[in-house]
């Protein structure tokens, strides 16, 4: 059974800092594509981060500088350190990994798992 588990979530004070984490099993283990996304009340999910099982990252531009995801293919485990946290980064955090199929005209992602959520509070 694929499962995709994110701990570390909770409130702290804006300016304070906050580190999650997400362990994969089953068939997620060896994605090409790790990251995160959030949702704030009343707003689509949006991405946050994400990194490559070859450590490329990509990050949303509200989060650049103040967020890092690192992962450890070894643990199956995909990290997000937040620091610098405001209280509009306030939202439920979502894991993500997904295998990429790649053809000459298209890129599809493939083998798409999401957990299942950790909110972050945090408060002004």
């Known amino acids: 059974q694929v499962q995709l588990v994110e701990s570390g979530g909770g409130l702290v004070q804006a300016g304070g800092s906050l580190k999650l984490s997400c362990a994969a099993s089953?068939?997620?283990?060896?994605?090409?594509?790790m990251g995160w996304y959030r949702q704030a009340p009343g707003k689509q999910r949006e991405l946050v981060a994400t990194?490559?099982?070859?450590?490329?990252?990509n990050y949303a531009d509200t989060v650049k500088g103040r967020f890092t995801i690192s992962r450890d293919n070894a643990k199956s485990t995909v990290y997000l350190q937040m620091n610098s946290l405001k209280p509009e980064d306030t939202a439920v955090y979502y894991c993500?990994?997904?295998?990429?199929?790649?053809?000459?005209?298209?890129?599809?992602?493939?083998?798409?798992?999401w957990g299942r959520g950790t909110q972050v509070t945090v408060s002004s």
């Open positions: 990194i490559t099982r070859g450590g490329n990252t």
């Open positions: 089953g068939s997620s283990k060896n994605a090409n594509v």
């Open positions: 993500n990994a997904y295998d990429r199929l790649s053809t000459p005209w298209t890129t599809t992602r493939v083998n798409e798992y």
